[in-house]
T-cell receptor, first 117, second 113 residues
């Protein structure tokens, strides 16, 4: 299957700093990628839809100025958590679907665990 | 109406047994129902998916049963193995909300040796 890679896989930062997480589709192109957040023992909650070459679409309740999304190419989307606070500590997961031969299947990255001290 | 309700929250099954996880939805516009498997510290991986034009789909030991009138679908894992111990999520999406998945709350499955 197609591969989605996230980097870093885990990151620890101080409160008030910003952290960037990358999501790459390694062997396919994707015009749309999705960012999810998952708290321990909970389900995945969609944060935003990242659209290549245009602004991201945020879900209700997600602060767009805090979670900056950039989808600069067909293989890369980035999520920047600005002025991070301990409550932002979570598991962030991205997903994408190939443009070609699209069956609707979403491929997920391995996730990035953020810990804000 | 966007919710997908999943049960049970946790499940313990003996090796070789059948694991059954159920999901229910309200939005009749949903037309794609995947199941994902997630191991601790990893992203979810697609197990099997179904569309409402069929009532059952089987892939290896995994079977989805779909009841359109009841708006319910379930995952059956036959001959459950300890390696199947993971968290399972059902999900749903609409044709217009292409790939914008709504996830169930998850079921933590433990298969005892």
């Amino acid at each position: 299957g197609a591969v989605v890679s996230q980097h870093p896989s885990w990151v620890i930062c101080k409160s008030g700093t910003s952290v960037k997480i990358e999501c790459r589709s390694l062997d396919f192109q994707a015009t749309t990628m999705f960012w999810y957040r998952q708290f321990p023992k909970q389900s995945l909650m969609l944060m935003a839809t990242s659209n290549e070459g245009s602004k991201a679409t945020y879900e209700q309740g997600v602060e767009k100025d805090k979670f900056l999304i950039n989808h600069a190419s067909l293989t890369l989307s980035t999520l920047t958590v600005t002025s991070a606070h301990p409550e932002d500590s979570s598991f962030y997961i991205c997903s994408a679907s190939p443009l070609a031969g699209n069956t609707g299947e979403l491929f997920f990255g391995e996730g990035s665990r953020l810990t804000v001290l | 109406q966007q919710q997908v309700k999943q049960s049970p929250q946790s499940l313990i099954v003996q090796k070789g047994g059948i694991s059954i996880i159920n999901c229910a939805y309200e939005n009749t516009a949903f037309d794609y129902f995947p199941w994902y498997q997630q191991f601790p510290g990893k992203g979810p991986a697609l197990l099997i998916a179904i569309r409402p034009d069929v009532s059952e789909k089987k892939e290896g030991r995994f079977t989805i049963s779909f009841n359109k009138s009841a708006k319910q679908f379930s995952l059956h894992i036959m001959d459950s193995q300890p390696g199947d111990s993971a968290t399972y999520f059902c999900a749903a999406s609409t044709r217009s909300g292409f790939q914008k998945l709504v996830f169930g709350t998850g079921t933590r499955l433990l298969v005892s040796p």
